[in-house]
């Protein structure tokens, strides 16, 4: 989506001029306004956060809010919307940046998923497959799945939502991100020749895939990436290994198989800050995620003598979740005390049902 320029008055602020007004906005909000913020925000801007957590965590705040009238997401388009439909129209949910999405989540759209479906329909094998969709995708995805007797999973309850859904059928259809889908079935016992990819780009029909391929799979992973993760490599593992021998390395499911197979863990971003602030004082963390959690894990676990630092020397922020300055948070917080809602994320109510379906399902099997 297309954020325009805020007003003059804000884009022209520096985060330190914005911290005293967000928080004044804040105290005047009082209980009308909570505000999530995903781990890799930065930290001028989570600062601010009245619950921090991973996208499973965040969804779970999201949906405890009774009191608030208003949810502020500082996290990415999918987050907000994922929130108002749990929501049930209790709270009015905001993204103070509208262009703030996940490169991941636009690798696979409704109509590219419904074409798949349809040849999985004319190859026979409609009816055996379950479709579970990554929370990091469009809420027209999560109704697709909602409605054809799938869930939702995200990076934290992945394998108990496979293992749900294997229950219910033959086969699956992941999307949008490949990567977390294989890890996570070669982690449950699956070999990769029970796997095929599904190219939503490709020439050839069906995926780019035969027909026998297809209908012998257990899993159809559709092929999606983040293309942060997408730059961890098992020579930054190699190398991380030769400078300080009894490293331990952490990395986020979204990377790569090879990458995760040389990494000692791998978890999701609430995860990796547990493993490595649970561990003993004096050790040695390689993280391969996101670089605001990694700098900001770094920074309080210094205290402990902990070395934490990440695989990639240069790697970027996530470039959607930075787009969450102070500045335009201190202008969905301002707007607020004025009485105008700006910026507000809605899934119209034919989308949201079968979408809320497919998010419940998934808040029963993970607990
Ligand atoms: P988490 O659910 O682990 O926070 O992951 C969200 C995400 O977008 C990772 O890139
Ligand atoms: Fe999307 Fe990757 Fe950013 Fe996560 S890190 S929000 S998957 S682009």
Redesign the pocket.
């Known amino acids: 989506m297309f954020q325009p320029p805020l007003p003059p008055e804000y884009s022209r602020l520096s985060d330190v001029e914005a911290v005293d007004r967000i928080q004044a906005a804040k105290r005047t909000l009082g209980e009308r306004v909570v505000i999530l913020g995903?781990?890799?925000q930065r930290d001028e801007t989570i600062r601010h956060a009245d619950f921090r957590?991973?996208?499973?965590k965040l969804a779970k705040d999201g949906a405890a809010q009774e009191k608030a009238e208003f949810i502020v997401f500082c996290g990415?388009h999918f987050m907000a919307e994922s929130a108002d439909i749990l929501s049930g129209g209790r709270q009015k949910v905001i993204l103070p940046n509208l262009s703030a999405g996940?490169s991941?989540a636009d690798m696979a759209s409704i109509h590219q998923v419904r074409a798949c479906w349809r040849a999985l329909e004319r190859l026979g094998v409609g009816s055996d497959v379950v479709p579970v969709t990554y929370?990091?995708s469009a809420a027209s995805l999560k109704s697709f799945v909602g409605e054809h007797g799938g869930a939702v999973c995200?990076?934290?309850n992945c394998a108990k939502v496979l293992k749900w859904a294997l229950a219910q059928g033959e086969k699956i259809l992941f999307f949008p991100d490949q990567h977390l889908g294989r890890n996570t079935a070669l982690a449950m016992g699956f070999d990769e020749s029970q796997m095929v990819i599904w190219d939503p780009l490709a020439t050839e029909e069906n995926g780019g895939e035969t027909a026998e391929r297809l209908r012998d799979a257990k899993f159809i992973l559709w092929k999606g990436h983040?293309s942060?993760?997408g730059r961890f490599n098992v020579r930054q593992i190699e190398y991380a290994r030769e400078r300080y021998p009894d490293v331990r390395v952490i990395v986020?499911p979204?990377c790569r198989r090879e990458v995760v197979e040389a990494a000692d863990d791998s978890?999701?971003?609430?995860?990796i800050q547990r493993v490595v602030r649970d561990a003993p004082n004096g050790s040695k963390w390689a993280v391969g995620?996101?670089i605001n959690l990694v700098n900001r894990l770094a920074h309080e676990e210094k205290a402990n003598d902990k070395l934490v630092f990440c695989l990639d020397p240069i790697v970027c922020p996530?470039s959607t979740m930075y787009r969450i300055a102070p500045a335009n948070l201190l202008w969905v917080l301002e707007s607020l005390v004025r009485g105008e809602i700006v910026n507000q994320i809605t899934v119209p109510p034919d989308v949201a049902s079968n979408a809320l379906l497919a998010l419940d399902r998934m808040l029963t099997i993970a607990g």
């Open positions: 995903h781990h890799y957590g991973d996208s499973y990415v996940c991941m929370i990091n995200t990076s934290s983040c942060v993760h986020h979204e978890g999701s971003t609430e995860k995620t996101e996530c």
